[in-house]
């Protein structure tokens, strides 16, 4: 079936270090993928997403690359921020899930410290 | 322009007791979707639902467990006889109609089973 694969978290890096979260899919065919956000208390705020292959999705100065070759969608962003503390989920969703049906990654922690 | 509205955003029932949840699409949206958070782990699909119609239940349990999403008013979603192990972060999100369009999340009831 389809699955999403995270790297485990927390996640700890200090103000302007660089992120990288992993995040690898199993899909036939070629779903769409998303990176979510989750602030404490809150429900999950769409990050940045990508729909085909070689796509880069942007935001808030995050970017992931669709990579069809190596099923991956990491998450990097060049300096992050202590707001940018949260958990972060890759999802996937495509004709094989029910269209517009997510599947979920566990989600990676991110803490980051002054 | 309000957001995907969930309520109540804590429940605690007893067990055996039912628990409703509401969610309130955004504007314009007439596709609702349910998930389900437990602790330290990802969402999990639930039920999708457009006006009047379940189109996809495949990921809520076959007891105990229903929605709805009327013609008029909130989508709901029922739990009966509830046990502890419902216990979870349960989320709403709301779409357009159109094939992948980005789901929006409301910030969930935390359900509590005593």
């Known amino acids: 079936g389809n699955s999403v694969t995270q790297m485990e978290g927390p996640v700890t890096l200090s103000e302007e270090a660089f992120l990288t979260i992993n995040c690898t899919y199993t899909?036939?065919?070629?779903?769409?993928l998303f990176w979510y956000v989750q602030y404490p208390g809150e429900g999950l705020q769409l990050l940045l997403k990508a729909t085909k292959a070689d796509d880069k999705g942007s935001n808030k100065g995050f970017e992931a690359t669709y990579r069809k070759e190596t099923t991956s969608f990491h998450l990097e962003k060049g300096s992050v921020q202590v707001s940018d503390s949260a958990v972060y989920f890759c999802?996937?969703?495509?004709?094989?899930?029910?269209?517009?049906?997510?599947?979920f990654g566990t989600g990676t922690r991110l803490l980051v410290s002054p | 322009n309000a957001g995907v509205m969930q309520n109540p955003r804590h429940l605690v029932r007893r067990r055996g007791q039912e628990a409703r949840l509401r969610c309130s699409p955004m504007k314009g949206h007439s596709h609702v979707y349910w998930y389900r958070q437990l602790p330290e782990e990802g969402l999990k699909f639930m039920v999708y639902?457009?006006?009047?119609?379940?189109?996809?239940e495949s990921g809520m349990p076959k007891e105990r467990f229903s929605a709805e999403f009327p013609k008029e008013g909130p989508s709901i979603l029922r739990i009966q006889q509830v046990v502890r192990g419902d216990s979870a972060a349960y989320f709403c999100?709301?779409?357009?109609?159109?094939?992948?369009?980005?789901?929006?999340f409301g910030d969930g009831t935390r359900l509590s089973i005593l």
């Open positions: 999100a709301s779409a357009v109609a159109g094939d992948n369009q980005p789901q929006h």
């Open positions: 639902l457009q006006k009047e119609n379940i189109i996809d």
């Open positions: 899909a036939t065919g070629y779903p769409s």
């Open positions: 999802a996937l969703s495509g004709m094989n899930t029910g269209f517009q049906k997510l599947v």
